[in-house]
């Protein structure tokens, strides 16, 4: 299972970025895949994840309704769209297999970071 993630980078407060996790064939076909956030001094928090069979996707409370999750299974790519960004989503973001019940939480398999800013 490979992952690399992308598209980090500094924005403005109430600007958007989209992250991309081009992830590897087998992960694409085998596993849901999401996004993961880590602030400084705070625990990873589960933010986003996408089943592949059905395109199912759960969000947590801290992003629902600025955050877009989705996936192109044709380019074993998986985006996460960021809207209206506040300086406290700053942190590093992960692209990882995942599930969700209460919470979204990983199962098994991390991507190398991104670093995404929010600051004037």
């Known amino acids: 299972v490979q992952l690399q993630a992308s598209g980090g980078g500094l924005v403005q407060p109430g600007g958007s970025l989209r992250l991309s996790c081009v992830a590897s064939?087998?992960?694409?076909?085998?596993?849901?895949i999401g996004w993961f956030r880590q602030a400084p001094g705070k625990e990873r928090e589960g933010l986003s994840c996408?089943?592949?069979?059905?395109?199912?996707?759960a969000y947590a409370d801290s992003v629902k309704g600025r955050f877009t999750i989705s996936r192109d299974n044709r380019k074993t790519t998986v985006y996460l769209q960021m809207n209206s960004l506040k300086p406290e989503d700053t942190a590093v973001y992960y692209c990882?297999?995942?599930?969700?019940?209460?919470?979204?939480?990983?199962?098994?398999?991390w991507g190398k970071g991104t670093q995404v800013t929010v600051s004037s």
């Open positions: 990882a297999t995942c599930n969700w019940g209460d919470v979204i939480y990983n199962t098994g398999y």
């Open positions: 064939r087998f992960a694409m076909d085998y596993y849901a």
């Open positions: 996408i089943r592949g069979s059905n395109r199912e996707t």
